[in-house]
């Protein structure tokens, strides 16, 4: 039995590490958008500025340019950071699996040999597991503050801007 605490406590452990990757990623996303729409604060400035010496066409195609840009890089931190958290997901699903295949498999072994080292491993070793599960989680609600702290309240929602202004030109 105490492979399959030992295997639960993994699992947790696993979770725990992968929803702090999926607190990364998140953060990097605000960050990403952060960057965006100050760059875009910046662009509208300067240009603002600078288009009363501007031809018609050249500021048409200057506001183009700028539509095209920022789309593909919404584009690009939305489906980098997607994939990201998809391909974590996809590997925790992995590991948990593989760790309830080798809890199974060794309580199998133990039943069918009647040795029980697997256990004794197990016990000995479950005390620093729940230890590292501990902190685990301690590192993933710290990420998730981070990622929360880094999004915050005014993080410019590029995709939707993106969208409206398209809407809008359309």
Do not use: C
Request: net charge positive.
């Amino acid at each position: 039995m105490s492979a399959q605490q030992l295997s639960h406590v993994a699992n947790d452990v696993i979770i725990s590490y992968g929803n702090t990757v999926k607190n990364v990623i998140n953060a990097y996303r605000a960050g990403g958008e952060r960057v965006a729409g100050l760059v875009e604060q910046r662009w509208d400035h300067a240009f603002a500025q600078s288009r009363a010496q501007l031809s018609a066409e050249t500021a048409k195609n200057a506001t183009a340019a700028k539509a095209i840009v920022g789309g593909y890089y919404t584009r690009g931190l939305s489906v980098a950071t997607d994939s990201a958290n998809e391909v974590v997901a996809q590997m925790v699903k992995l590991a948990n699996t593989g760790v309830e295949r080798a809890a199974n498999g060794a309580e199998l072994l133990q039943a069918k040999t009647g040795i029980h080292a697997i256990d004794t491993v197990a016990q000995a070793t479950l005390p620093g597991a729940v230890a590292l599960s501990t902190l685990a989680s301690t590192i993933e609600q710290k990420s998730a503050v981070l990622a929360r702290k880094i999004k915050g309240n005014n993080v410019l929602n590029v995709a939707r801007r993106a969208a409206k202004r398209k809407a809008r030109a359309a």
